[in-house]
């Protein structure tokens, strides 16, 4: 599956954005889906993942309540709505695909197969 992310761009401190992941190929609804994040000098870590059927979701522990992952398996595209964005959360953000059957939920990096390319996200204070 191959994956292209967009929405990212320059907000201001309480701000929002939403982020859009697309995915090729017909069997996007049998990936649980996920997103991270690298600032800059940082490692990439865990944001949100969603369940295929969307039944289940889970988010780190800093962006709890701000932020809401959510997909349309008939539109082969998943969501990261950001809420009362803070400067800290200035970032690539990546979509990534993970074929396993399970639910950890997966959140490391290694549990994903297919990434897309990254959305620049700046919060400005």
């Known amino acids: 599956v191959q994956l292209q992310a967009s929405g990212g761009g320059l907000v201001q401190a309480g701000g929002s954005l939403r982020l859009s992941c697309a995915a090729s190929g017909r069997t996007f609804s049998s990936y649980v889906m996920g997103w991270f994040r690298q600032a800059p000098g940082k490692e990439r870590e865990f944001v949100a993942a969603i369940r295929r059927n969307g039944g289940s979701t889970y988010y780190a522990d800093s962006v709890k309540g701000r932020f809401t992952i959510s997909r349309d398996n008939a539109k082969n595209t998943v969501y990261l709505q950001m809420n009362s964005l803070k400067p800290e959360d200035t970032a690539v953000y990546y979509c990534?695909?993970?074929?396993?059957?399970?639910?950890?939920?997966?959140?490391?990096?290694?549990?994903?197969?297919?990434w897309g390319q990254g959305t620049l996200v700046t919060v400005s204070s």
């Open positions: 990534a695909a993970d074929p396993a059957t399970g639910w950890g939920p997966p959140t490391q990096i290694h549990d994903y197969e297919y």
